[in-house]
């Protein structure tokens, strides 16, 4: 598989504000156990988004419907949806006014993911190695969303957010505080964007 060759899906969002976009990643649902974890569940009742989106390793797709009964949901495919969400893109792009939009799960192509699980054995986490793959996808965007790494970020450069939620799991030895993000943009199309940590911390931007 080609970069090139990487599904693409364009989409247009409700033309409101303010506007209340929730990121999710790494929910890891299984066939097993579907359910997400209940503090997203109690968040989303309580913040009413405007759009959900799923940035991959959702796992058990059918999971994705307790999502939508709160909002729209996208989702794009991750590493562990390869077998299971054939329909879903591998990136999807949609344009708020300003704000130029591109939503990838992060972990790009096969060799791609093979080359990086290398390098992390070498090296460790580096957001410059996610950093470069976003931008290669869409070097006009200036919102890039991606998952994979369960590494939150939150990060303006040069005008642009580069924004990893985390991952919203359930707690466990390897996400011992699992969370998810927050973008919204207001009446007068300024963005922003929070962490909001599954213990009910929150880091806002």
Avoid at 10 to 18: A, E, G, H, S, V
Wanted: proline share 7%.
């Amino acid at each position: 598989m080609t970069q090139s060759s990487l599904s693409y899906r364009q989409i247009i969002l409700p033309n409101k504000r303010p506007l209340v976009i929730v990121v999710v990643s790494d929910t890891h649902t299984t066939i097993t156990n579907p359910e997400f974890n209940p503090v997203l569940i109690d968040r989303l009742q309580n913040d009413s988004p405007d759009v959900i989106f799923h940035l991959g390793d959702l796992a058990y797709p059918d999971s994705l419907n307790d999502l939508m009964q709160f909002a729209p949901c996208y989702f794009v495919r991750g590493n562990r949806d390869l077998r299971n969400s054939h329909d879903a893109p591998f990136v999807i792009t949609c344009d708020i006014g300003q704000w130029k939009f591109l939503i990838t799960h992060g972990h790009g192509t096969t060799s791609h993911y093979i080359l990086d699980k290398f390098k992390y054995g070498l090296y460790g986490y580096d957001f410059t190695r996610y950093r470069s793959l976003v931008e290669s996808l869409d070097p006009h965007a200036n919102v890039y969303l991606f998952g994979h790494t369960h590494k939150i970020e939150n990060r303006w450069i040069d005008g642009r957010l580069f924004f990893n939620p985390g991952a919203a799991c359930m707690p466990n030895n390897h996400d011992p505080h699992p969370s998810f993000g927050k973008i919204k943009i207001d009446e007068s199309g300024r963005l922003s964007s929070e962490i909001i940590y599954l213990d009910h911390k929150t880091t806002p931007r």
